[in-house]
């Protein structure tokens, strides 16, 4: 009875914190999410993208075999991956667009024109039928994600290409499991409050989004990836630096020792293999 007391009212604790956050507005904002991926930028292509890159080089060999010039947007496309994979093979006019400085800062091409905006924020102001193909890996459910789609209906020209990779709904699930466990324990060093981010629940959602901007699939596919470490604190320091919690770690500081230590051995409690799991969708979509 005594620990079952002692959970309710950490439970009520929470309750009001989380409510004196939302009625003060203190929220996590899409600068916070380009903070986030300030602080992984240099360790993000070789952590995240060492493995990941793979699922990008599909759609990406798609685009350099169905255009072969014209102009492509790489929209919150980060340190640049998909910009320089496509540029290896043909002469492109590429707009790389991304709200975090220090991740722009990581691509070193200067023949590639570097924005640094949220996507709606770029997306909004462009002409329509401006692009041939635009690319969105990883990041379209830091924005309103039927939006940023009808946005891309828009700027794409008739017969352009829309590629997409976006984490679902199932992703990251030992983090999901130990996270709301972190809150209650370090409630008085929650900072921000951070809405679940607009993940799709599956490829079939990712279709309807597309399909309601008036875009054609092509291919949409769920898929699994799963990174194995030595242990779990490897496994905890991987996905602290890989932007994978971006967002969560400004509602709470991950990176803290105290907190980063209880994330492991709460990991360790509920989990026997160190394994992170990614779960996302892929989508190649097409205009007219």
Known sequence: MHVKKRKIISLFHLGIKVGYLFITRKIVTRSDIGNSYDLVSKTYQQEYLKIMHTYNDILLNHLIKHISKGRILDLAGGTGYNSNFIQEYNDYSIDLVDISKQMLKQCQNSSINKVCKGMLEFLTVQESCCYDAIVCTWAL????????????????????????????????????????????????????????????????????????????????????????????????????????????????????????????EQLQKFFTKPCITHHFVMGIFKKG
């Not at 470490?229 to 969560?248: C, E, H, I, M, Q």
Request: hydrophobic content about 40%; overall charge positive; aromatic content about 12%.
């Open 141 to 264: 459910m830091y924005e309103q994600p039927q939006k940023v789609l009808n946005q891309c209906q828009r700027l794409l020209k008739n017969g352009g290409y829309l590629y997409i990779l976006v984490n679902d709904q199932q992703t990251l699930p030992q983090i999901r499991k130990i996270y709301p466990k972190l809150l209650i324990e370090y409630v008085d060093s929650i900072n921000k409050l951070m809405f679940d981010l607009p993940m799709p629940n599956n490829a079939q959602q990712l279709e309807r989004w597309a399909k309601k901007a008036g875009l054609k699939n092509c291919r949409v596919t769920s898929k699994k990836q799963e990174f194995y470490f030595t242990d779990w604190n490897r496994a905890a320091k991987f996905v602290t630096s890989t932007g994978a919690l971006a967002g969560y770690d400004a509602m709470l500081d991950l990176k803290n020792e105290k907190i980063f230590n209880t994330l492991v």
